[in-house]
């Protein structure tokens, strides 16, 4: 073969597959693969697809900006490097560009921080070019400046994915994890008791059953009520690592506490049925007379699928209740109880700021409340544009980028009830023919900066 292509001791090359699209590498005669200097070098998938997960700073004079990639393991191998000391890498192929050289080489992992030289081109790659030992850069030189310009439009890789539940069979777990893999993702079922938090500035860390978790690319937090607060810190301690969050820990928490939420809606001017809270006693004729006297409904704050929502039909009622919940010292609020709603909602499912599928709910005979969970039915919604946009500004108001939004249609016009940062898909997806699933799915891929998956 005749050899046209002189490369030096030192070149520029990029790693397209990896997302690098420059790095500084060092041409080393002998070796025969080519490695990487990566770190948080973690394995993932399934037995008969294993992946590995991998961090590199590919600006040697900026270790703060790291890219994170991932690849299939092709083999393992016994590396003995200069300094004598041999050890187990993993190995992936990728494609290389030198020049105008493109071919896929394996390379080799190995877990250094702070060298200079990211990429060690061995001779396996350099296989067709002259070696030139006293020179450098005899190929085009490229720049930093790549990894600031457009992203790389092509780029996909898999995800590792956690989905914090206690529930890790339910349909909607089942439904996110074969969207994720239809993409080429993994996802990993986390229990969320079993997580535990070690809180320090320079290292969080999250363990589980005795050992450190590793890195994930994102987190889904489906946190059920029961278990709010401590869901919260487990997903903040995932922020702190830097792992990005379907839906945040602060926005859980205004979401979830109804009188936040209802605070939140209303600074939004966000319309919802008049709502009052106190929490002395001798208010009572007041807070009823502020919902707009009865029928009322008195809500416990901790309240979840309709189980602590009472609907007081007299003021005599509401008076009972209200002083029932007090002693108990159960937090509460009082709202005006919208009797045009017939004992229906609308469930409005927002994903990055899009209205996605709807349904109404309705309540069975003697009820009127219709939650799902309480008996209540699905049916396919046809929604207004008033609708859609306030269900947006609600989600949008919490800071939710995945939620559940139930609005009420009264003769006022649409009001909302409450925001879930949690829904579930069963019923959506059931009177509704997109797959609600895999539209969180490609939002996620959106916010990594993965392009869209032909389909
Ligand atoms: P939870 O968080 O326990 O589900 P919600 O506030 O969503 O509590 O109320 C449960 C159900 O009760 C709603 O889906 C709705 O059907 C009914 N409901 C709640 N508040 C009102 C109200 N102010 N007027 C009419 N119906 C209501």
């Known amino acids: 073969m005749e050899i046209d292509n002189y490369v030096g001791w030192e070149e520029w090359v990029s790693l397209p597959e990896l997302n690098l699209p420059a790095l500084l590498a060092k041409t080393d005669t002998g070796a025969e693969t080519s490695a990487l200097h990566a770190f948080n070098i973690q394995t993932f998938g399934k037995e008969n697809n294993q ?13 703060r900006f790291s890219v994170f990639c991932s690849a299939k393991i092709i083999d393992q191998r016994n590396v003995t490097s200069s300094n004598g000391i041999s050890e187990l890498r993993y190995v992936i192929e990728t494609e290389i560009i030198i020049g105008d050289v493109k071919k896929k080489i394996p390379v080799t992992l190995t877990n250094r921080e702070n060298m200079k030289y990211k990429m060690i081109i061995g001779r396996s790659a350099l296989d067709g070019f002259q070696i030139s030992a006293d020179k450098s850069f005899l190929q085009k030189i490229l720049s930093y400046d790549l990894y600031k310009k457009a992203k790389n439009n092509k780029y996909r890789r898999s995800l590792r994915i956690g989905i914090l539940s206690l529930e890790p069979n339910n349909y909607s777990n089942r439904k996110i994890i074969e969207a994720a893999e239809n993409n080429g993702h993994f996802c990993e ?32 937090p489906r ?18 690592m830097g792992t990005f969050c379907l839906n945040s820990s602060s926005s859980i928490g205004t979401s979830r506490d109804k009188l936040a939420a209802h605070q939140s809606l209303a600074i939004n001017r966000i319309p919802m049925p008049d709502t009052a809270f106190a929490n002395s006693p001798r208010d009572t004729d007041n807070i009823i007379d502020l919902a707009a006297g009865a029928p009322l409904v008195v809500k416990l704050l901790e309240s979840s699928q309709g189980k602590g929502v009472i609907l007081a039909e007299t003021k005599k009622a509401a008076s009972s209740v209200i002083s029932a919940f007090q002693k108990l010292n159960a937090p509460f609020i009082v709202q005006d109880f919208v009797k045009d709603a017939n004992g229906s909602d609308l469930r409005l499912f927002v994903i990055g700021g899009k209205v996605v599928a709807s349904m109404i709910r309705s309540a069975s005979d003697d009820d009127f409340r219709s939650n ?38 009264s003769n006022e016009g649409p ?8 829904p579930g898909l069963q019923g959506i997806e059931s009177v509704n023919t997109v797959n609600v699933a895999s539209l969180i799915i490609d939002y996620l891929e959106k916010r990594l900066g993965l392009s869209k998956i032909s389909k």
């Open 51 to 63: 992946m590995v997960r991998f961090g590199i700073n590919p600006i040697d004079t900026d270790d």
């Open 415 to 422: 009001k909302v009830l409450e925001v879930n940062s949690s």
């Open 223 to 240: 946190i059920g009520p029961s278990i709010t607060k401590y869901g919260m810190a487990v997903v903040r301690q995932f922020e702190a």
């Open 372 to 409: 799902l969970h309480a008996g209540g039915k699905a049916t396919k919604a046809k929604i207004t544009l008033d609708e859609r946009k306030i269900a947006k500004k609600a989600a949008k108001a919490m800071g939710l980028n995945v939620a559940g939004v139930d609005i009420l249609r």
């Open 189 to 220: 079922i986390l229990n969320t008791k079993r997580c535990y938090l070690n809180i320090e500035s320079d290292n969080p860390e999250v363990h589980y059953d005795g050992k450190v978790l590793p890195h994930y690319d994102a987190i889904i």
